[in-house]
Structures are given as C-alpha cells and as structure tokens.
C-alpha cells in the first residue's frame, strides 16, 4: 500500500530502501513502478521542485534584506539584488544540465551534486567541492536555527512590550528557544529522504509567503504613517557610520544578498526527484528555476525595499524581529510563527543531502553491520485485519541525525550573531558552489573549447563573483569579529 514520510500502509513494512535495492532485484526501465536506474519512479513536477527552491530560498534572508538596502542605497541596493538573481538563475541552470552525463535524457544520472562534481571534474576538485558543500549545509543548519530562536524569542518580546509598554527592555535569552528548535529538528530529521518531504516544503513555501506578505503589510503602512518614503540613493550617511564602517557593511550587505539566494548545493538533489522524460528533467528544472527565481526576486524586491522606505538608514538588520514593528503584536506574532514553521522545513531541505551522503558512506563502508544497515519495524497503528501504520527506524539514522542537530544546535548557542552568520555563509558558498563548479562542470559537460569566446565569457564570469566573495567574507568576519568584543558565550539576550 502507499509510503509517507518513511510511515508505510501495509500488513508488512514494505523497506524504505526500496530504491536502493530494487536495480538489485531485476527491475526494468520499461516498469511502471521503477525508472531507467531501476529506482522507484519519481514524481516531482515543476511546481514541487518550484516548493523545494522557495523553500530553502526564501528563507531568513527575506528579512535582512531592508538592511541590506539601506547599507547600498536605493540605487545599489536593488541593482546589487537584481544581479544576483540573474547570476543564481544562469549558473543554476548550467548545473541543470549536468545532472545526466551525455544527453539529457537518457544519460547517466547524478544523484547529487557531489556526483555531478564526480563525473565533470576530477582530483582535488572533487574533494574541495565536497568539503565546501557540506561545511556549507552545516553553517546553513546554524544559521537557520539562530534564525527561528531569534523569531520565537521575538513572539514571547511582542507580547512582553504589549504588556510592560516599549519603554520595557524585556530582554530574554535565545538559548532555550534554539533548544526548542533543535528538539524540533531531531524529530523531522527522521524523515528518510528527500522524496518523502514534499509536504513539508510546500507546508513550509506558504508559510514562507505569509510572513513576506506580513512583513510588506507592515512596511507600507509605517510609510503611510511616515507620509513618505524614507532612505538616500547612496545608502546610510558618512557620519551615522564611519567611512571604514560603511565600506565593511556595504560589503557584508553583498554577502547577505548572495545567501538570500543561494541554493545551488542542492539543485541536483531537487532535480533527482523530478519524473523521468519527457520532457527531460534539465528542461523541468530551468522552468522550475525561472519561477522560483522570479518569485523570489518580487517578493525580496518588494521586502527588502519597504523595509528601507520604511525605516531609512534605522532599517532593523531582521524586520520582523529587531522591533520597527510593535503594533499590531498579534499580526507580529503569525509572522514570526510562520517564520519558525519555514524555517524547520528549510532546515531538513538543505541536510537531507548531508544526511544522504554520510549515511551512504556508512553502508559502503560497513556492509554488514547491522546497527548501520537493520531497519526496526516500529508499529503505530493496527487494525484487527494486521493492516496498518508502521515506521522503519534505523538505529544509525536516528543517532547520526540527532548528533547532528544536537552539534549545530549548541554552535548556534555560541554564535547567535545572526546578520554577520548570514554574510559570512552567502560569501563563502557564493563563488565555488553557486558559480564555479557549475561554470567548470558546463564547460566540460558541452565541450566549450578553451579561449574561445564563450569560455572566456564564463571565466569572467566566474572572476568576478570571486572578488565580490571576498569583499563580502572581509566584511562579514569584521562584523563578527566586532560582535565577539562584547558577547558572552550561552548569556546572548535580545
């Protein structure tokens, strides 16, 4: 009978690893029930693998975006975000065409974007490329869960000032509400793979786009109340800042910017849930990346730049969060509990392909060990007739996982310093793993002979997104190092 979430209908548990072992058994590409690599069929669509992106795009990063601005000006501030969607659409859709090797239809699949990686480049390459994208999933999981303690704690603030008036500091400590997300995260972490979280992800874009809306909402009305629109066309004034100050978060602004979109080091694993051809899943994937990239691009627009219209050189580095907002606290409150909903989806997007890969690794490497391979039939649910609800526990899943989470939970304790994190994690994921290995992998994927003009194009191309790297690495490390002068580990209180 029919699999959820790794929950299977059936008198028996029929395996989750299924599709691991089904090539093993002797099934066809010609199978209604398994595609051309033998695996069970995939299902995804434009519009899941348009969920997933949002989902693990528009993230926190929607709400730095005002600060963002206001450090650039209103004419940087939005040329800077229109380019980098530009860029996050092109290099994505040069990584679409790598995940079958050959033609792309019917080649080899990469599963993931290390197998992509794999097949394209080779030597160190291959290595640098693996540590980059996993560091970076880690760093992504800290940043998230900073993200929705801040937005928990704000919940439990809005209400404290509704009650005690601004004037009150109500200062409280992040540190149980990370706990809180963590134990959150330890639960849906169980979920196997990436195929059985659509739900999640579509769960998570709606509730993505309710606390944009919100947050619009609130913008627009504090400019109605302003009777104008406030902000400067170079950004916040020499002399609210000092001139070393302004270049250091101009440039860490970039780095916020680059990590509102960036996705690409799980593109691949997306792409490998689309259904099989045709049409062919490049095709689906570049269709899926204009409308999640458009998407995105309206509401960070509208965002960001209502957040600046809003707030002027004072815009609040999160909008929901850093209070220009107090009234109405209620409305304030859905949006940062719509924040926390989002952010535990994204959460589990972006680690399924971590969870994938060291849980692989563990079967390559211990075969017959029996914590790392037995699945525990665990029951839930039984009718009288024996059918019913069962989950497939993995002993090595469900301690792998939790290690994971408990780890990045307590690195976020130490390190809540939530817009330069943001900076420092688009700056340094932005060049290698959103442009680089994708420019390298189409060149050799397409065969574009070295000097001609394309391929000198995409060095550029690729050049240029390295200097903006490390301008935005340099200002986004300023910034935390600037933090670290006055903060006491686990006493963080907003």
């Given at each position: 009978m029919g699999e959820i979430n790794g929950v299977v209908a059936?008198?028996?548990?029929?395996?989750?690893?299924?599709?691991?072992?089904?090539?093993?058994?002797?099934?066809?590409?010609?199978?209604?029930?398994?595609?051309?690599?033998g695996r069970l069929?995939?299902?995804?669509?434009?519009?899941?693998?348009?969920?997933?992106i949002i989902t693990a795009v528009i993230g926190s990063g929607v709400l730095s975006l005002g600060w963002a601005i206001a450090q650039l000006g209103w004419v940087a501030g939005p040329a800077v975000m229109l380019l980098f969607s530009f860029l996050t659409y092109y290099t994505s859709a040069l990584l679409a065409d790598c995940y079958r090797s050959g033609d792309e239809s019917t080649g080899k699949r990469n599963y993931t974007y290390m197998d992509a990686v794999n097949a394209n480049l080779s030597g160190i390459k291959v290595q640098v490329c693996g540590f980059l994208q996993y560091a970076n999933i880690v760093g992504v999981a800290i940043g998230y869960t900073i993200a929705a303690s801040i937005s928990m704690l704000a919940i439990k603030r809005a209400n404290c000032f509704h009650v005690k008036g601004h004037g009150d500091p109500c200062n409280i400590s992040s540190t149980p509400y990370m706990i809180i997300f963590g134990v959150v995260e330890i639960f849906f972490s169980q979920i196997p793979d990436f195929d059985q979280i659509s739900w999640l992800s579509m769960l998570a874009a709606v509730m993505s786009f309710t606390y944009s809306t919100i947050g619009l909402g609130l913008g627009i009305v504090q400019v109605v109340a302003?009777?104008?629109?406030?902000?400067?066309?170079?950004?916040?004034?020499?002399?609210?800042?000092?001139?070393?100050?302004?270049?250091?978060?101009?440039?860490?602004?970039?780095?916020?910017?680059?990590?509102?979109?960036?996705?690409?080091l799980i593109l691949i694993e997306i792409q490998d849930t689309i259904r099989a051809p045709p049409p062919s899943e490049a095709k689906v994937m570049r269709r899926a990346t204009i409308v999640s990239v458009a998407v995105t691009t309206l509401f960070y627009m509208l965002c960001g730049c209502m957040g600046y219209a809003a707030f002027g050189d004072n815009a609040p580095g999160n909008l929901l969060t850093g209070f220009g907002f107090y009234e109405p606290f209620w409305l304030l409150d859905i949006a940062n509990a719509a924040i926390v909903i989002h952010l535990v989806g994204a959460y589990q997007v972006y680690c399924q392909p971590l969870f994938a890969f060291v849980e692989k690794w563990a079967q390559q490497r211990w075969p017959k060990s029996w914590y790392i391979t037995k699945d525990i039939d665990v029951p839930l649910s039984f009718s009288s007739s024996g059918s019913g609800w069962c989950y497939k526990m993995n002993l090595f899943r469900l301690t792998w996982r939790s290690a994971f989470v408990v780890v990045t939970t307590v690195v976020s304790m130490l390190l809540p310093f939530f817009n330069d994190v943001v900076g420092l994690l688009g700056a340094l994921g932005f060049w290698p793993l959103t442009v680089y290995f994708p420019v390298e992998m189409y060149i050799v994927q397409k065969r574009i002979p070295k000097w001609s003009t394309r391929w000198v194009c995409l060095q550029m191309l690729s050049l240029a997104c390295l200097i903006i790297t490390v301008a935005s690495a340099a200002g986004s490390v300023a910034g935390i190092m600037s933090d670290l002068k006055v903060y006491k580990p686990f006493a963080t209180t907003y």
């Open positions: 059936a008198k028996q548990c029929y395996p989750a690893a299924a599709k691991e072992v089904s090539a093993e058994l002797g099934h066809t590409a010609g199978s209604k029930l398994y595609d051309d690599d069929k995939r299902t995804g669509t434009m519009w899941t693998a348009s969920a997933h302003n009777k104008g629109v406030q902000g400067s066309l170079t950004g916040i004034s020499i002399g609210v800042v000092t001139p070393i100050d302004k270049v250091w978060r101009s440039l860490q602004a970039f780095g916020d910017i680059a990590f509102a979109y960036s996705y690409s």
